[in-house]
């Protein structure tokens, strides 16, 4: 059944290059639309939208402040972004992240400048009459009717509605079951689908609905092959790390989640899962670039807020002290005071004194200033009940390091007893919480002390208690590259080692660790002589 085009509809237009206005101008006015209006910015376009509904925004990604990615999220967050709204991206930039990234938010179009007047027809057209043949359904989503939008469905592929968008809508029918969570239905329903090779998409729904049953190797199954297919790979990989971290292999899932920010790193919520996991696999330098990522593409946008900061401040400490480098500590340092001041900038009614005070007592214990920051953490109010579970955290963290271990255990002990904080909580965040209770139970100082103290065991010829000493210290900075020497060396020097000690592979994972790292002379020197079986003194 053709449709005719209603040329009388109402489009926005963001862009903030004259010259692009212009030139849009002219074409939709060639074309036949006249109904349109512009916005120079981001915050143009949302007061445009909070008074009047339009039927199809043509957006630049390239905005100053605010960008098309940000205002897209923004539309969405504050329900001024309809169904039957179309929505075309344009950009003068193809860089394969951006392009990955924009594609992720599913737009209806995406368009890269310069572009002819036949092409923007052809997309416009496109959009606008996909709106209209399915206007009935989607102001049913819209209005969040979910068994009326299923029946319209069923209706529709029972009489052969439109079959040139069969597969579009019976995407649609399996996207509506799994947002409903209604999952035996959504397995049959992509069970039946399954076999058609040319629907991928059949895979990635199967494959949800098999995680949720917690059919994980079936799944792993259907989402391999899909590693292949350039449209498929990135939500394959977000499903893939979802079921390692299911499992437990959270090493995988790392692995996986690095690939998937590769390839779109503005997702903020995949580039906070994926600081949750760094950390978890004591992995502070990734955890570090997370957390600065997480800063840099909330900022302007929706999400920004000061735990944002805070994060990267405290990601800045953590990675700082797995290191052994004066120039990156101090540098590191650096970024965690700068992070500190731009938050107070940033929201001056939302000063956080308490977490601030914690961050830079934390600081002062990167400069060895333990006293000074001890003294901080003293006159700080013990309670936390006004604290989220990060804030009392990091309190721990720092009171551990100025050597206050048993306020530290406590405040853990209480963390992980209190269901209210945690409830609401990232799993990976609940996971990581309870092998730093678990960590700094066993350790009787801070992780700088503790390898110090195991440096002074070997010199006195504590073999033992030194390994022992270095592998923990390891397990809690695999980063260290002095911490890693330290161990190759204790683990040739030591004789009759406990056999339940994994020594071959530790002598493994120090040297691959060593063999990628940026070593400073004095280190490269050390690698060197181990690698040549000489022995040679802590």
């Known amino acids: 059944m053709a449709v005719k085009l209603n040329k009388d509809i109402q489009i926005l237009v963001v862009d903030e290059q004259p010259l692009t206005q212009n030139y849009l101008r002219y074409a939709l006015e060639t074309l036949g639309y006249p109904g349109f209006h512009y916005a120079e910015n981001s915050a143009a376009a949302l007061t445009l939208c909070r008074d009047k509904a339009f039927d199809l925004i043509i957006c630049s990604f390239n905005l100053n402040g605010k960008d098309g990615y940000q205002l897209y999220q923004e539309l969405k967050v504050r329900n001024l972004f309809r169904h039957c709204t179309g929505f075309i991206f344009i950009s003068a930039e193809t860089d394969p992240s951006l392009v990955h990234s924009v594609l992720e938010l599913q737009p209806d179009e995406f368009m890269v400048k310069p572009f002819a007047i036949k092409d923007l027809k052809s997309r416009i057209d496109r959009t606008i009459r996909r709106k209209n043949l399915f206007r009935p359904l989607y102001s049913l989503m819209d209005e969040n009717k979910t068994d009326a939008a299923l029946k319209l469905l069923d209706q529709w592929q029972k009489q052969g509605y439109q079959p040139k968008y069969n597969s579009m809508l019976l995407k649609i ?13 959504a397995e049959q329903f992509y ?58 292999m959270y090493k995988k899932a790392l692995a996986d989640l690095l690939q998937a920010t590769d390839m779109a790193p503005r997702n903020l919520l995949r580039q906070q899962k994926l600081m949750h996991l760094s950390r978890l696999n004591h992995d502070y330098e990734h955890q570090f670039k997370a957390a600065k990522d997480l800063l840099r593409f909330a900022r302007f946008s929706v999400y920004e807020q000061p735990d944002l900061y805070l994060n990267l401040a405290r990601a800045s400490i953590d990675y700082a002290l797995s290191v052994d480098e004066d120039e990156q500590t101090s540098r590191l340092s650096k970024v965690a005071n700068d992070t500190l001041t731009n938050m107070r900038q940033m929201f001056p009614e939302q000063p956080k004194q308490e977490q601030q005070v914690v961050v830079q007592a934390r600081i002062y214990y990167l400069k060895d200033q333990v006293e000074k920051a001890k003294q901080l953490l003293l006159a700080l109010e013990k309670s936390s009940a006004a604290q989220d579970a990060e804030d009392i955290l990091d309190k721990a963290k720092a009171l551990h390091e100025v050597g206050l271990l048993s306020s530290s255990r406590e405040l853990l002990k209480q963390l992980t007893q209190d269901e209210n904080k945690l409830k609401q909580a990232d799993p990976v965040f609940i996971t990581y919480l309870r092998q730093e209770q678990q960590e700094r139970e066993t350790l009787p100082m801070g992780p700088r002390e503790f390898n110090n103290n195991a440096v002074l065991l070997y010199e006195k010829g504590q073999w033992h208690q030194a390994l022992n000493a270095f592998i923990q210290a390891f397990k809690i900075m695999p980063g260290n590259a002095g911490i890693a020497l330290n161990l190759l060396q204790s683990l040739r020097s030591t004789e009759n080692i406990d056999p339940s000690i994994q020594t071959e592979q530790l002598r493994l994972q120090c040297e691959v660790m060593l063999s990628k790292a940026k070593l400073n002379q004095e280190q490269q020197k050390r690698w060197q002589q181990l690698q040549g079986q000489q022995k040679i003194a802590i």
């Open 191 to 248: 069970s039946n689908l399954v076999h058609n090779e040319s629907l991928n998409w059949v895979k990635l729904g199967l494959a949800r609905c098999l995680i949720q049953r917690e059919r994980y190797p079936e799944a792993t199954a259907l989402l391999q092959p899909l590693l292949q297919k350039a449209d498929m790979k990135l939500a394959a990989l977000d499903l893939l790390s979802d079921i390692h971290l299911q499992q437990q």
């Open 173 to 185: 029918k399996g996207e509506i079951l799994q947002q409903a969570a209604r999952w035996t239905e």
